[in-house]
């Protein structure tokens, strides 16, 4: 594609070099720079694009584009100068890939928790009426049966865009993609186009980076003024409230939750420990549903689902066949298959409201003990580690506090933040640094009945120790260590 067909329409100055010149692909990153390529500089929290441009040039770049002014001797390169290259990456890959999300069913999930297990069940209820369907996420990105791995729950704009174009060529109808609250703050979702957005809920996470629940929370809002077909809220949230105060969008919107007043609204719910069955309440009629997902939680997210379903008109009878076919998703409350007389249960709960949903629905159908390993991320909010401690204390009768992600802290300091709210609470606790024998440990020591639950990690196959990912699934652990004991 020519250069002047990419920037068209954008904010930019032209310091060296002509806009007539072939770009055959984009790139942030320096080491993905190949002959003819635009090489867009990134000014990050740790690395600066501006300073690998030589690199970018050398791997035979022939488009540098920045926010800052640079010297390029090098005959052949253009330079183009932008406000923001963060706004620029989004713009340009948008129009490098032909403006993708305008040619599919685009739908945006956000909030604290359920992004994954909403977006799992939506995609369930669409296959069930034959269409197909692309999911961008935690878990991955599928395209036409294949998945790829993201490194974050939503990937940088270019890889969207890039993604979205494999969507479209591979003839998808709909694409459901989790959309977190720094992709909306850091322009990865700049030019794209939502037909639909869904709020899940909103409590304390991310605050290293957004500071207060008011920025986070404005973060999350930018989806619902982005949308063009529908809104669906969670109305029983408190900031799904606030949302519906504060949304400028004049497209339609509808509300879900157990409480007869919203649109969409669940009524006669059994969570026990097959699943969570609940009548389906909707304009156009009512369902009984048998979910074989756990937990009042997913209750709501079956209904948020079901809302998605209702806008693109969507039977009833077909809504309750793909809400009923879910019969569990990668590390959320994944019960690993064991020959024993207790239960392992792996899920990502790693904020104090995800923690507390799950305990509260263990503590449904609990027998015997209750052993909780957990632990919090490193280079991360501080702020919630004591109350994920105090949390989790309150309904364990063990709690065995371990590593998780440490990144750059050292682990034991984690550790002792958490154990703050484990005391408050008066918690019973060990701790134990290395997960594994954290995990050995509650395995070696489990009795009849007992429910232990690996929280924090849920469908993650690694953990982050400073600058290295290290090989760590949990799930096959667990296998490996009682293959050994028996």
């Known amino acids: 594609m020519k250069l002047e067909n990419i920037i068209e329409g954008s904010k930019y100055e032209i310091y060296k070099g002509n806009k007539d010149i072939d770009i055959h692909g984009i790139e942030h990153d320096s080491r993905q720079i190949s002959r003819n390529n635009m090489f867009i500089a990134i000014k ?35 330079l183009v100068k932008v406000d923001d290259t963060l706004e620029a990456l989004a713009r340009f890959s948008s129009k490098y890939y032909n403006e993708p999300s305008k040619k599919l069913n685009l739908i945006g999930v ?52 890039k993604h979205l174009r494999m969507m479209v060529d591979a003839k998808t109808d709909y694409c459901i993609m989790e959309v977190s609250s720094h992709s909306l703050d850091l322009k990865r979702v700049e030019y794209i186009d939502f037909q639909v957005g869904i709020f899940t809920n909103l409590t304390e996470d991310h605050l290293d980076y ?9 973060s999350k809002l930018k989806l619902f003024n982005k949308t063009n077909k529908y809104n669906i809220i969670n109305g029983d949230d408190f900031f799904g409230k606030k949302i519906l105060d504060n949304i400028k969008n004049t497209i339609p919107v509808i509300t879900y939750g157990i409480d007869k007043k919203h649109d969409v609204y669940a009524t006669d719910i059994v969570c026990h420990i097959k699943g969570a069955d609940f009548t389906l309440n909707t304009p156009i009629g009512t369902i009984p549903i048998n979910m074989k997902l756990l937990g009042r939680f997913n209750v ?61 629905t263990v503590d449904q159908f609990a027998e015997g003990r209750k052993v909780v390993i957990f632990g919090a991320g490193g280079n991360r909010d501080r702020t919630k580690r004591p109350i994920m401690g105090e949390t989790v204390a309150k309904h364990a009768d063990l709690c065995i506090v371990t590593s998780d992600n440490p990144r750059f802290e050292e682990p034991d300091d984690i550790i002792k933040d958490v154990v703050l709210g484990v005391e408050k609470a008066n918690g019973k606790y060990i701790t134990i640094t290395d997960r594994r024998e954290a995990i050995e ?46």
């Open 210 to 218: 957004h500071l207060t629940m008011e920025n986070y929370f404005n």
């Open 300 to 360: 709501y997210n079956a209904l948020a689902a079901a809302s998605c379903a209702l806008v693109y008109n969507i039977d009833l009878p077909t809504i309750k066949m793909g809400l009923e076919s879910v019969t569990g998703i990668k590390g959320r409350f994944e019960i690993v298959p064991i020959d024993k007389d207790y239960t392992v249960i792996i899920d990502f709960a790693h904020t104090p409201d995800g923690l507390e949903k799950v305990l509260t």
């Open 44 to 78: 990050g929290f740790t690395v600066d694009g501006h300073n690998y441009i030589k690199e970018a040039i050398k791997r035979g770049a022939n488009c540098i584009v920045v926010q800052k002014y640079v010297k390029i001797d090098k005959d052949g390169v253009t």
């Open 441 to 486: 440990f509650a395995l070696l020591n489990a009795k009849p009945k007992d429910i232990i639950l690996l929280a924090g990690k849920g469908h993650e196959t690694y953990t982050i120790i400073k600058d290295k990912t290290i090989p760590f699934d949990e799930k096959q652990i667990v296998l490996d260590i009682l293959s050994n004991i028996d």
């Open 110 to 161: 956000t909030g604290t928790n359920g992004k994954t297990s909403t977006t799992y069940l939506i995609n369930s209820i669409f296959n069930k009426k034959d269409e197909k369907i692309g999911l961008i996420g935690t878990l991955g990105s599928i395209m036409d049966g294949k998945v790829v791995e993201n490194k974050n729950t939503t990937p940088e704009s270019l890889t969207i865009q």
